[in-house]
């Protein structure tokens, strides 16, 4: 298994789990939020699935998925196209109230385009500095273990407070 074989797995099975905890939602399980200042299951999906298309469509030197296919407009969050929610609070993470087959579509849409490119990298790749802004500075392997365990944790709460619905 090659390194890019490794990644895009990681990616497949946030995906997979991720499908798994929209199903058979309404807008009000989405929008739940299991106490104050916690994060809803629509927050936490329209976020990783924003890390996901941002950092990785930037490592690739492609456009997202977000701005590209007009999930920007379709979602219809009150945000600029390149927020990707790092820094909400209670009032940005109450105003995601996204469908979730929408949600859904939009993280199938990233996952389909960042996909293949992730699966194609080899060792060598890795190495390669995308972020310099910090000491040191960030290789797209880093960056990329970074994209799938933001993902995973993500994935994980909103399974969680899922769990939650109807306690």
């Known amino acids: 298994m090659t390194p890019g074989e490794l990644l895009a797995d990681s990616l497949d099975r946030t995906a997979q789990n991720v499908e798994s905890v929209l199903d058979g939602l309404g807008p009000d399980d989405l929008a739940h939020r299991p106490a104050p200042g916690a994060n809803s299951i629509a927050w936490l999906v329209w976020h990783l699935t924003r890390i996901y298309d941002d950092h990785v469509a930037a490592a690739a ?6 701005v590209a296919s007009g999930y920007a407009e379709r979602l219809g969050l009150p945000f600029d196209a390149a927020d990707t929610g790092y820094g909400h609070g209670d009032d940005e993470v109450a105003a995601v109230r996204v469908p979730g087959d929408l949600l859904g579509a939009y993280l199938r849409a990233v996952h389909e385009a960042m996909r293949p490119w992730v ?8 190495d390669r500095v995308v972020d310099e802004r910090w000491d040191p500075p960030v290789t797209l392997g880093v960056r990329l273990v970074s994209v799938a365990d933001d993902c995973a944790q993500h994935a994980g709460q909103a399974a969680y407070v899922r769990g939650l619905l109807g306690r």
């Not at 030197?61 to 977000?66: A, K, L, W």
């Not at 699966?119 to 890795?126: N, T």
């Open 61 to 66: 030197g492609r456009e997202q998925v977000h």
């Open 119 to 126: 699966q194609a990298l080899d060792a060598p790749d890795l």
